[in-house]
């Protein structure tokens, strides 16, 4: 096949817009990394040699019988073989990452780092005590005994500070107060509540003791967890006076945070998130190619009827396009989702009928623009066929609007169908996507990675195919290239 001069003067623009270039690249090792999924992550063998014979369990079924002879034609389940020692002596080859995307990881299996939190709180110490009007004290609670106060005693109020001498003088005289507060002898402190008259003197005044925490406030560290571990540098460690302290040790629970062998963490469902992450790409990816394809395809069709016959043909058919478009394309997709069960073909099939009519006007326009060529009117008057002249002669001249909308079509096919998958109307449960992780992580507003890892995918990918899309759409521009002329 060779190129036409023009296109190949396009294909050269393109080519200089670095940032598109690279874009496109981009794009083409993404999906191709993608469509090998299963030999990058799986919890099958790729490739196994035992007893002389060669085994790829990657790509052909075998019965848990060919490795061990338990007479089992089921699914091995290849963890255990390998557990039991059954490759043992065996060249045995696993993919980068032994977990498939469907596959709930036990959660016995996950290796926490063996250390433990220890918050240390400063002690605060209170007691009260009710006294009569001859300091006799009536009754006691709190920490009566660290600030020796017991019932019976007596309260020296000549050793207590000034402001709450008089405190106490206005409230046995039935007189307004306010709070006060003073310190004493050791750092300790003695208030009084506010105080309102009540038209009687009250028998018995409540006043309070404090001791002060130790200074620096709650600290916290991280330690090894080990019966004598390094404590850091002035941190009290458990025993000490005045201190408080609580251990914590992080358990196993889904969703899981990054760990050893997990490096995007895990799923509500314990299902590893790089493994579904890798998934998701192909899904995405070959959902918005083969979308795109489609619908550019019935809307290629559906303008070149339009554009080329013109007059009545023309007129209808805009008129059946105004009412197919008022359908609701949401509405439709959950009827058949509950009737024919939600899938891939059906979510791919529904969105390309309503999908094309976009495409279908560009389409229209350039039909009606090229069918007064001298060209169109040299191949009617040799006595061509209406679609040879409108496939063969034609469509390579209205190629333009298929090109430059391509990748736009497909950025919004990907932004779609994660959308769909986000609303629970896309891909069954449990298929693999990136909707499907971000409707998790609105669920765990927590497990910021269920977030952080699908929106940078799903933010790259489509920044990648807008880049294209302005590559190509520049690149196909004369306006340009006849200015600088």
């Not at 557990?83 to 926490?112: C, H, K, N, Q, T």
């Not at 050791?186 to 038209?199: D, W």
């Not at 990648?464 to 759409?473: I, T, Y």
């Amino acid at each position: 096949m060779r190129l036409h001069p023009i296109t190949k003067r396009r294909w050269a623009r393109f080519r200089g817009m670095r940032r598109a270039w690279w874009a496109f690249w981009v794009l083409v090792a993404g999906y191709g990394v993608s469509l090998f999924s299963e030999w990058i992550a799986n919890d099958r063998p790729l490739f196994v040699r035992m007893g002389g014979k060669c085994y790829w369990p990657v790509v052909k079924f075998y019965p848990e019988d060919a490795f061990n002879g338990s007479g089992r034609m089921t699914r091995p389940d290849w963890r255990a073989l390998e557990r039991d020692g059954v490759f043992e002596g065996a060249v045995v080859v696993w993919p980068v990452l032994r977990w498939g995307p469907l596959e709930s990881v036990p959660a016995g299996s996950i290796e926490l780092p063996k250390v433990k939190t220890v918050v240390a709180v400063p002690e605060e110490h209170a007691a009260y005590a009710e006294i009569d009007g001859e300091g006799r004290i009536v009754r006691v609670g709190g920490e009566a005994e660290r600030f020796g106060l017991a019932r019976g005693g007596v309260v020296d109020e000549a050793a207590l500070p000034e402001g709450v001498r008089e405190g106490l003088a206005a409230r046995r005289a039935d007189k307004a107060a306010g709070a006060v507060e003073g310190t004493v002898e050791g750092g300790r402190t003695v208030a009084l509540s506010p105080y309102e008259p009540r038209g009687a003197a009250p028998s018995r005044v409540r006043v309070t003791w404090r001791e002060a925490p130790v200074a620096g406030g709650t600290l916290k560290a991280v330690v090894e967890d080990v019966e004598n571990p390094a404590w850091p540098e002035g941190f009290p460690v458990p025993g000490t006076p005045g201190w408080t302290h609580r251990e914590s040790r992080e358990e196993v629970r889904f969703p899981m945070r990054p760990v050893k062998g997990h490096p995007l963490g895990l799923d509500s469902s314990g299902r590893d998130v790089a493994a579904r992450m890798l998934y998701a790409l192909r899904t995405s990816l070959s959902f918005g190619l083969l979308l795109v394809v489609a619908t550019m395809g019935l809307g290629t069709l559906a303008g070149a009827v339009q554009g080329y016959c013109a007059g009545a043909v023309d007129l209808v058919g805009q008129r059946v396009i105004e009412i197919w478009e008022s359908l609701p394309f949401l509405y439709v997709l959950i009827l058949l989702g509950s009737v024919y069960g939600q899938g891939f073909g059906l979510l791919l099939g529904v969105y390309a009928l309503f999908n094309w009519v976009g495409i279908s006007h560009y389409m229209r326009a350039e039909f009606l623009r090229l069918r007064k060529q001298p060209f169109v009117e040299a191949a009617q008057g040799l006595g061509l066929s209406g679609p040879k002249i409108v496939f063969r002669h034609i469509l390579p001249n209205a190629l333009v609007p298929l090109v430059t909308f391509f990748p736009f079509q497909l950025v919004g096919a990907i932004g779609s169908m994660a959308a769909l998958d986000y609303l629970g109307f896309g891909l069954p449960p449990p298929s693999p996507s990136w909707g499907e992780l971000l409707a998790q992580a609105q669920e765990f507003p927590w497990a910021w990675w269920l977030a952080l890892y699908p929106a940078l995918a799903l933010f790259a990918v489509m920044l990648a195919g807008v880049f294209v899309g302005e590559g190509l759409r520049a690149a196909y521009d004369p306006r340009p290239v006849s200015r600088w002329e």
